[in-house]
């Protein structure tokens, strides 16, 4: 690798096996999103600087990709425009925007990468895809349970068997907060704390909420009832404000209506699920597998957001999928199949000379209208070189017109796996490699 | 539309139907490009500015999205990062630095966004994507040749049957230039004037020639070689030096080539024909369609580009197809199968009050493992407006769970069409739905 070659830091560059195994898992997801009737939207990459601003708190702020303002103004140093930080405000900003011309039960999907300026780590890169699924338009819970149904399908279909969906609703989290004694101005904090719980446990928790002013005592009580109601114990949901009873209900109405579907046994109720975005109104989720910390994706209810641009509130939620995360796990697992290690090409079709390279040409057209995917290698190389390409590049079989061959109408098909070499017509030959290819599977 | 809300000048959202529209015709460009052995490539949005910088000529500089340093150096002002201008750039990047892993040979394809800094205008974007074709690794006439061929299959699949495709040579082009006269210190000047041939004609090239000192007698025996070859006449090509005279013989080899492929009688030879990025060193090319000024795609050969990144030459050439320009023409003329105007769904299941709604969400999962395409109304809605939801969508059955269905396990499918209901047992539905879409067509 040359230096001053690489891509910018936190970025990748997807070479074809990559952008294979991307297309895969995109387009499972995109069929099963399909499937639930969400159609396809795309924003552009960047947007006015003032939709993204106060949309994802000081933190998410500070990570926002800005761009330089142009021309005469480029020097002020100032920016205008910023790279989408996810699909979720862009689509509040879309449905304000086209909102004559979209039916008032709107279901959409998005797949497009966002940016944002966090310090590259392991799977964590500073240009990624998020795979979002939303529906505006109802407040029914119905809508989280397709959007619970619609994860879970695409889970299974890519082949995940061992995924949760845990379920959270905003309210009953603070209801719960309350219920221990913490006051309202330190639920935030709080919500920082024990949004933290997967990765420093329950001990780090409590020292961090020390740390943050929370009573010992309090912060003692929260945690045994997140392990009381993780172990099923739902007796820390019976005696709660109404809005935490109503939010309970809520998310009895979501399971109940999940039921029917392929996340049947997979969402977990999980009190002590915060969600980092502050947009979120009700019910929150998050899918996760034992062998990853963090979750593949998650979402929830936002009921304000498309107001902030329009004025006018429009019931909404989503869920959003990280593919890069997906592709991580399903890397380590070995979950791609075989066929995706694909080649260039079905057949490659050998040159000779300059006299004879028309005629391969013609003959790669004759093979690609039989459906072949057909390099012609380009090059007088000695046959043997051209061979060895073929080989080196799993390019199965190579199609060999010599002088015999033009003066015949023939073409010898070389198959490299079997070492075997068979004569046909040109007008046969495409239809008998595709029959090889389809007996080899 | 609410005020503040539209995306950024220059740049659009695309709702449900253009996204289908934008994919169809991605479907089609990608399964050509992949039929000849081209494989997928993806590189990041932006690049390290240096990347960019120098490459695209004094106006491209300009038209570039730079991106703000992030953190504490944010408020100086500079930018470290840029926007991707084009999808070549980036291209010579990768091989430079990911030449161990890629073969001798790499034809590639990418078709993601670019972004310029233009003035925006009608059909003239700041975000806007290009369907790029290249092969490195080889100076081969036969690598124009296909790309030309590849270029015609893409337009004839899309429904092209008007289109040509203009065919020149930078060299020869010089030879030409020389062969009138034209001092080299002028050759930039009169190449910048040439381009605009195709926009101010003959005169106003003559006019701009004169005002950029060249002297009248070789403009005008210029554009007189250049009339004589575009009817086809040759004699200008016979009398030149021996690059131009390489170049001739250079462009005569692509199109024997190219006549065994559907780009047969497409290809024009037109002395003519400029292209403005610098950095083409042979072969150039554009593809053009009677009704649309200026062209849908272009490209050539760049055996340098790779060379200022890694210091060792690789030959190469390319093409590049405009989606907006081909989608513009495409719309104008009415090319979009019917079958695009797709609903969101092919039924959609209404629920009445909550008890029903589970037995919705289960009808759905069985209607979408038979294949179709499902969205079930969330609200409890009356069923008259639940209907008209579905007709107002063009989604052309509804399936029905009233009391009496789900007592005896069977559903109601209204036809909004056809305004027939039929009730199946709701294990067949699936089946008659789907056949009588099929039915359809």
Redesign the interface.
Known sequence: ??A?????SG??????E???R??YVIGIIKRVY???????????????L??LLGKYGDEGN?LI????R??EH??????D?A?RYDLTVPLA??V??????????F??YQIQ?V?R?DRPAKGRFR?FYQCDVD?LG???P??E??LC?AIS?AMVKLGFSDFTIRLNHRQLLTAVLNSVGIAEELHGSALVAVDKLDKIGPEGVGVEMASRGIAAGAAASLLARFKQTAEGDTTPFQALDPHGTAAYANLA?IL???????ARGRIRLDASLARGLSYYTGAIMEVNVPDLAGSLGGGGRYDNLVGM???QQIPACGFSLGLERILVVMTDRGMFPPSLATT??DV?VA?FD?SG??????LA?GL?AAG?????????DKIGKQIK?AD??GIPFVAILGDDELKAGTVTVKDLKAQAQQTYSQADAGAAILEALKRRG
Chains 1, 2 share one sequence.
């Open positions: 690798m040359a001053g070659t690489a891509p910018p970025t990748r560059d997807f070479l074809p990559d952008v294979r991307r297309e399909e499937g639930y009737g969400y159609e396809p939207l795309e924003t552009p990459a960047f947007e006015n003032e939709t500070k990709f800005k761009i330089l142009r021309g480029e020097a002020t140093g100032q920016a425009l790279l900003r879309v304000a925007h086209h909102q004559a011309k979209l039916p008032r039960l279901k959409r990468p940016w300026a240009e529906a109802s407040p029914s119905l809508v349970a397709e149904a399908d109405s109940a209506l999940a039921d029917g579907t392929s641009f329009s004025g260039p090409a490659m040159t300059q390279a028309p005629h391969a040409v013609r057209g690609r072949l995917r057909v390099l012609v290698y380009p090059d007088p390409y080196g590049r």
